[in-house]
């Protein structure tokens, strides 16, 4: 069977639900906690950096949000607000079903799980970081530009 096929059984017993938000909506926000894990199956939503700054990244059909903070027991990082037209549709699962599966996985399983997640967060502070060297960089090249156009002169 199929995940999208497994997830629809879900859904249809009662164990998932699905929900719609509406364009501008927020599916949830930031600096609170991580309690459901959000599986977008229709439309786009945008998920601001949160603790990423400016940083705004898409999701749309097949992709999770919340997971990587439920398993690490964190607050969600950024806000994921619908963004399509016509509205989003996601499916929630509580974050302790996932716990709850993984409390049962081998340990090792466990183990490369929360690495993974750990890795995820890694990657996103390090886009943090590179977004922040960025904004300096430009900073500094329009200081350096707006004093040359002062004195008349540009070496740019």
Request: with cysteine; glycine share 8%; charged share 25%.
């Amino acid at each position: 069977m199929e995940y999208r096929d497994q997830i629809a059984s879900l859904v249809g017993r009662g164990i998932l639900d699905r929900r719609i938000f509406y364009k501008d909506q927020k599916i949830c926000q930031a600096h609170t906690p991580a309690d459901n894990i959000w599986v977008i199956t229709k439309g786009e939503a945008v998920l601001d950096g949160g603790n990423l700054g400016e940083a705004k990244y898409t999701k749309d059909a097949g992709s999770l949000y919340g997971d990587v903070e439920a398993i690490l027991g964190l607050d969600y990082q950024g806000d994921l607000t619908a963004k399509t037209p016509n509205g989003v549709e996601a499916i929630r699962i509580p974050a302790t079903k996932l716990l709850d599966a993984l409390a049962e996985a081998p340990p090792m399983i466990q183990a490369l799980v929360k690495i993974k997640s750990c890795r995820s967060i890694t990657a996103a502070e390090m886009m943090k970081v590179k977004e922040l060297e960025l904004d300096v960089s430009v900073a500094l090249l329009e200081a350096y530009n707006n004093r040359n156009s002062d004195k008349g002169t540009s070496d740019v």
